[in-house]
């Protein structure tokens, strides 16, 4: 079990990834974005951080909402194309379908099986990012994934992505291996 | 593809998990955290969100370093444990071989293949959270994951985890299914 350093630039973990929509210059955009995570428990806060340089944040701030939906392992091709061009130079309106929610400015992604529409909680600078604390208003999800009414997660296929160096990859995600609050009982 | 609203006080993504370790009150203590990602490129910002209430927090305010451990598939018995008690009411110290890195004070987990030495940058107040904005001082990784001097993320077994309604499920990660800044090429 000897240690040995090594390149301490990177965050060598799996993350979500999803495409992050919102209205920019009153069109739908699509980012993809892998550095997101719940914040709070109720209400319901996730935390996003974005790069202040990207198109998308003209849109957050001016809109206050967006949308995370999250894809499934047929979409990576597109999901990918969205992380290599931006919306300034690139009208990605047009790859999906789309579909609002509740709030009639928030693009979601049909094809993506969970979508999640948001509203701005708060703006926190962060050096070259915005850390954006943002409150669940809604989840959407497709007919087919749920269970009784409710989400399955056996049943959708989420992404899973890390950035290795300089290289980065998509994952899917694999079995089961335990019951959380169950399998460390064993030791108590 | 039509879409239902499901229950919207969670959050249906796979995150990753791991264990944060701290010295409190002068003894090493661990408990397992999801609810982490990345914050900023350069310099290597991670950005953590724990309840106010945990013991660990008083660790982290009084030391202003922390450590993230990333286990492995064979540790979810012990990574469950963690989270099933509180530092407050159990030693959790003896139940990992513990290492210090370049920080003497911040406590590790030989056992886990990969270690991260923080130091803590920012704290922020959102409602009964704290989001530590730390910087990453050090990676740490066990000899036999390493190819050509760096890590090699085929050869360690991360966890992921999805809390479902009101259940949470450990996750091996699975197959890579394509190259980012890659596959999406073909839609130029």
Known sequence: MSKTKV???YAPFPKPIALLGVMVEGKPNFMNVAWFNRAHMDPNLWMISLN???????????NKTLSI???????????D???LVSGRDV???????????DSKETPMIKECLVNVELSIDEIIEVKDQYLFVA???NIYANAEILTDGEMDLEKY????F???NPEGFYYALGEQIGKAWHVGKALK
Request: proline share 4%; net charge positive.
């Open 52 to 62: 202040k340089f990207h198109y998308t944040v003209k849109g957050i701030k001016e």
């Open 135 to 137: 409150k669940v208003q």
């Open 81 to 83: 194309y969205c992380g």
């Open 69 to 79: 939906n999250l894809p499934s392992a047929e979409l990576v091709k597109k999901l």
């Open 7 to 9: 390149k301490s630039n």
């Open 157 to 160: 296929h989420p992404i899973l």
């Open 91 to 101: 009208d990605k309106s047009e790859l999906f379908t789309i579909f609002y929610g």
């Open 162 to 164: 890390i950035k290795a």
